[in-house]
């Protein structure tokens, strides 16, 4: 799609080419950004409405931790597709686990009482991620 915007606006040089490709790619980010933005603020309100709340908690290594034994390793994604704990074996496609590990981490919140003290136990580290998930309760 970014080759036919280069052909539609018929740039002739490979500087002026980096140059636009760039800054397309840089605008559909921020259009990205922006409709995410959107969507979480339906979602918040929505929530509101029905009474409910939205929480954020901490992304980091969901993808990555076993849902069953709690094991964390970069060798549990077999592939982006596929999720196999190297420790007891559990298996299931890739969003499965991290989604059960987001709604885990959300009850923690819940539990615990104080957003760094939830993902603290989780992550056994002081660095937060910089991009929060949202989680339906």
């Not at 009474?51 to 290594?61: E, F, I, R, S, T």
């Not at 993902?119 to 002081?126: K, N």
Request: charge should be positive; charged fraction near 25%; aromatic fraction near 8%.
């Amino acid at each position: 799609m970014i080759i036919r915007k280069a052909f539609k606006f018929r740039l002739n040089t490979t500087e002026t080419i980096e140059t636009d490709l760039l800054q397309y790619a840089g605008n559909c980010r921020w259009l990205w950004n922006k409709a995410l933005r959107i969507n979480l603020h339906h979602l918040e309100y929505k929530q509101h409405w029905l009474g409910a709340q939205v929480l954020y908690v901490d992304p980091k290594h969901t993808s990555q931790r076993c849902p069953h034994c709690g094991h964390t390793s970069k060798d549990n994604r077999q592939s982006q597709a596929e999720f196999v704990c190297v420790r007891c074996g559990y298996q299931e496609h890739a969003d499965v686990p991290g989604a059960r590990n987001i709604l885990e981490r959300g009850h923690r919140l819940l539990a615990c009482g104080e957003i760094e003290v939830a993902q603290l136990c989780e992550t056994g580290t002081e660095r937060l991620s910089d991009k929060p998930e949202p989680v339906l309760v």
